[in-house]
């Protein structure tokens, strides 16, 4: 309380954990900043300004092996395509990757949050009693036929399953991370590819999202932990669509005309 500020009402409006700032002290979850830069990674600060502590090195190398994943699909994903597209207006590096976080929705980019949904509920429904196979089989028939995390519409396997999930092995090796998310992962894929000709494996979202859940994001900081990794490709993309110059840049070339619905 100050002159300013007599009872305190605004301070306590405003108040938060998360960060300290009065003239000459910056502190961050009660860290002095001059005491981080330089010896702590920006995977190491989103956990801590998530989290409010520093993680382990373990820890940090799974989160930031998962954030390396997302970072880029290339400009057939809608928010890259947008960033393109956007930065050939006249609205500046910002507006453009603001253009393009904006539609990471659940159709596109809500994967890993709503995968996290799926394996919690399995692990819920297998902490009444019943076996892992059932859960599995009972949250899935009461689901959409859409399971979100699974299956790709490039990639007959995503290359980036295989090497996340040699990760999470490990850890739940050396006990870094539990594992049960790990597990009803695995069963998920087990299931729904019993008697298929063609299987439907494990996607990229599937993969980092047991990474967020067994480090132990909530579900929705799985979506926001993607938007802050594919920020660094819509980054890429707006930048290097600025610098190639173009302008107006539209969704087809211009030699292609959409077609005319009667």
Known sequence: ????????????????????MEPGVIELRGHPVQELIGTTSLTSMIWLM????????????????????????????????????AATCGVG???????????????HGGAGEQCVELLTEILQ??????????????VIAARPRYLP????????VDPRRD????????????????GDHLRAGRAVEDILNRGRAEPVPMNIDGATAIIYAELGFPAPLARGLFVLSRSIG????????????????????????????P
């Open 1 to 20: 309380m100050n002159d300013i500020d007599p009872t305190g009402a605004v301070a306590g409006w405003w108040a938060t954990a998360v960060s300290r």
């Open 50 to 85: 998530l989290r409010g502590e520093l993680p382990g090195a373990r820890e940090a190398a799974l989160l930031e092996a998962a954030l390396v994943a997302g970072v880029d699909h290339g400009p057939q994903a809608p928010s890259i395509a947008i960033a393109r597209m």
């Open 93 to 107: 590096l910002n507006s453009a990757v603001a253009s393009a976080v904006n539609t990471l929705g659940d159709s």
């Open 125 to 138: 429904a297998e902490a009444t009693g019943i076996g892992l196979e059932t859960a599995v089989r009972q």
């Open 149 to 156: 995390g699974f299956g790709h519409r490039f990639h007959p």
């Open 163 to 178: 090497p996340l999930l040699s990760l999470v092995d490990s850890a739940v090796a050396d006990g870094v991370v539990p």
């Open 234 to 261: 819509i980054l890429a993309h707006a930048w290097e669509e600025t610098e190639q110059g173009r302008r107006n840049k539209g969704p087809i070339p211009r030699s292609i005309l959409p077609a005319h619905l």
